[in-house]
C-alpha cells in the first residue's frame, strides 16, 4: 500500500454555492452537480471561472449526488428520493427517470460499467438499466472503509473520498482492496476557509490531457493536482 501527498499544480475558481456532489469531465469538459434540497443542481462549469455554462435545477424535493457518463448517457443520483435521472449528455435533454434500490451517493464507470457508492465500504457495479452485476468490499488492512463518496476511475482504479476526512482512498476494483492513501490535509488553506466551507468532496480525472481536479462542498478553489509518494 502506497501513500501520497498532494503537489498542487494550478488553481481556479470554483463557485461558494456548489454543494460539491459530481464532478468528471467530458469530452474535456467539466460538469458538476450539487446537492441540498432546493438547491441542487447540474452544471456545465466554465473551468476557468469557475461559472456555469449551462445550469439545471432540480426541485425542493431532491437532493442530487454523484453523476457520471456512459455512452452519452449522463446519470445523476439522488440521494434519498431513490430515482436516478437520465439525460443526454450533448443537450442535456431530459430522457428517463429509473427507479434505485438504496441511497445515492458516489457513481463512477470504467467504461462499461456503472460503479456506485452509498456511504458504506461496499461499491456496486451495475448495468445501463441499474441491475447489480457485484458488489465489492473495499478494505484497508483486512478492515472495511466506511463512507465511501464521490469516486473517479482513473488509470483502472477507484478514487474514492472518505466522508468527513480529507483522505482519498485508491481501490482495486477487482477485489476491493486499498492500494493507496492519499493525503489531502491542507489543500484548501485555513485562511480561504469560512463558516459555510464544507468538506473536501470532488475528483475529476480529464482523460484528454490526463489531469486531475480536487475541490469540496462550497470551497472557493479547485485544485489540479499531482501525486506526490511519501518517503
Known amino acids: 500500500?502506497?501513500?501520497?501527498?498532494?503537489?498542487?499544480?494550478?488553481?481556479?475558481?470554483?463557485d461558494t454555492d456548489s454543494y460539491t456532489q459530481g464532478l468528471f469531465f467530458h469530452e474535456g469538459q467539466m460538469y458538476e452537480t450539487t446537492g441540498l434540497h432546493g438547491k441542487s443542481t447540474l452544471r456545465k462549469v466554465d473551468l476557468n471561472?469557475?461559472?456555469?455554462?449551462?445550469?439545471?435545477?432540480?426541485?425542493?424535493?431532491?437532493f442530487v449526488e454523484g453523476s457520471v457518463v456512459l455512452n452519452d448517457n449522463l446519470y445523476i443520483l439522488t440521494w434519498d428520493s431513490k430515482v436516478v435521472?437520465?439525460?443526454?449528455?450533448?443537450?442535456?435533454?431530459?430522457?428517463?427517470?429509473?427507479?434505485?434500490?438504496?441511497?445515492?451517493?458516489?457513481?463512477?464507470?470504467?467504461?462499461?460499467?456503472l460503479i456506485a457508492s452509498e456511504g458504506s465500504s461496499i461499491l456496486y457495479f451495475m448495468d445501463e438499466k441499474f441491475s447489480l452485476q457485484r458488489r465489492v468490499y473495499v478494505k484497508y488492512e483486512d478492515r472495511?472503509?466506511?463512507?465511501?463518496?464521490?469516486?473517479?476511475?482513473?488509470?483502472?482504479?477507484?478514487?474514492?473520498?472518505?466522508?468527513?476526512?480529507?483522505?482519498i482512498v485508491i481501490i482495486n476494483p477487482k477485489d476491493g482492496r486499498v492500494e493507496g492513501i492519499i493525503d489531502c490535509r491542507g489543500?484548501?488553506?485555513?485562511?480561504?476557509?469560512?463558516?459555510?466551507?464544507?468538506?473536501?468532496?470532488?475528483?475529476?480525472?480529464?482523460?484528454?490531457?490526463?489531469?486531475?481536479?480536487?475541490?469540496?462542498?462550497?470551497w472557493p478553489k479547485l485544485y489540479e493536482v499531482r501525486l506526490v509518494e511519501k518517503k
Do not use: C
Open 144 to 167: 472495511p472503509v466506511r463512507w465511501l463518496n464521490e469516486l473517479e476511475y482513473i488509470n483502472g482504479k477507484i478514487w474514492a473520498n472518505v466522508y468527513t476526512t480529507d483522505e
Open 1 to 14: 500500500m502506497k501513500e501520497y501527498k498532494l503537489e498542487v499544480i494550478a488553481e481556479y475558481p470554483h
Open 49 to 62: 471561472t469557475g461559472e456555469p455554462i449551462t445550469k439545471l435545477d432540480f426541485g425542493q424535493k431532491y
Open 187 to 218: 489543500l484548501l488553506a485555513k485562511e480561504k476557509r469560512t463558516p459555510m466551507t464544507d468538506v473536501l468532496n470532488g475528483i475529476a480525472y480529464n482523460p484528454k490531457d490526463g489531469k486531475i481536479y480536487l475541490t469540496g462542498k462550497n
Open 85 to 113: 435521472f437520465v439525460y443526454d449528455v450533448d443537450s442535456l435533454r431530459y430522457k428517463s427517470t429509473w427507479s434505485y434500490p438504496r441511497e445515492g451517493w458516489g457513481i463512477t464507470t470504467d467504461g462499461k460499467q
